[in-house]
């Protein structure tokens, strides 16, 4: 079972908005699209900013969200701030977990 | 508020068996996923496997054949053992949580802060 696949990186300026897209078989995904997006700054552990594909969790920024259509998941981030510079993976259940393979963001 | 707290032997040698344990406080097992996932130096995230407090488990199929979790409920804790490590081993290892029930629905919502664990040659 390979990872979900991510684009390696994606830029933008302060104020734009970016999209990071996952994408995976019918299989990775499941019938319930259990997708999570996860955020994890140089040093630090991984954090939790979207569940169940398009939800936020408590104090998780606006700017952040979620979609999905067909077999490719998508996370979106408007408004860039410098502190959104990090990686961001998405990960899926199906009877277990499986993490794309991460996606570097770049605030120019 | 649950907590998780990863703790180890430190530095293993090829082909040894390395153990972890994972601390809950703040909550209990039940209805919960309990995880173990790790990252290498520089690499992203790897799924490692995952067991339900009735000690039900599930394990990445390019782990399992080296991989135990296990549960003890009366201690608040839950392990990992690996068998045969190598360097390629190496890495940040985390425990997580993820809700079935009620709350951030099958999303790993509380980490521990990861222990490294190096191994070598």
């Known amino acids: 079972q390979s990872a979900l696949t991510q684009p390696a990186s994606v830029s933008g300026s302060p104020g734009q908005s970016i999209t990071i897209s996952c994408t995976g078989t019918?299989?990775?995904?499941?019938?319930?699209?259990?997708v999570s997006w996860y955020q994890q700054h140089p040093g630090e552990g991984p954090k939790l900013i979207i569940y169940?594909?398009?939800k936020r969790p408590s104090g998780v920024s606006t700017r952040f969200s979620g979609s999905r259509s067909d077999n490719t998941a998508s996370l979106t981030i408007s408004g860039l701030q410098a502190e959104d510079e990090a990686h961001y993976y998405c990960c899926s259940y199906a009877r277990r977990w499986l993490f794309g393979g991460g996606t570097q963001l770049t605030v120019l | 508020q649950v907590q998780l707290q990863e703790s180890g032997p430190g530095p293993v040698k090829s082909s040894e068996t390395l153990s972890l344990t994972c601390s809950v406080s703040g909550g209990t097992f039940g209805s919960d996923y309990w995880i173990w996932v790790r990252q290498a130096p520089g690499k992203g995230l790897e799924y490692i496997g995952h067991?339900?407090?009735?000690?039900?488990?599930h394990y990445s199929p390019s782990l399992q054949s080296r991989v135990t979790i296990s549960v003890d409920t009366s201690k608040n804790q839950f392990s990992l053992t690996l068998t045969s490590v190598t360097p390629a081993d190496t890495a940040t290892y985390y425990c997580a949580r993820a809700p079935t029930v009620t709350g951030y629905y099958y999303a790993m919502d509380v980490w521990g802060p990861g222990t490294t664990v190096s191994v070598s040659s």
């Open positions: 067991i339900y407090y009735t000690g039900s488990t």
């Open positions: 019918s299989n990775d995904f499941g019938s319930w699209h259990l």
């Open positions: 169940e594909g398009s």
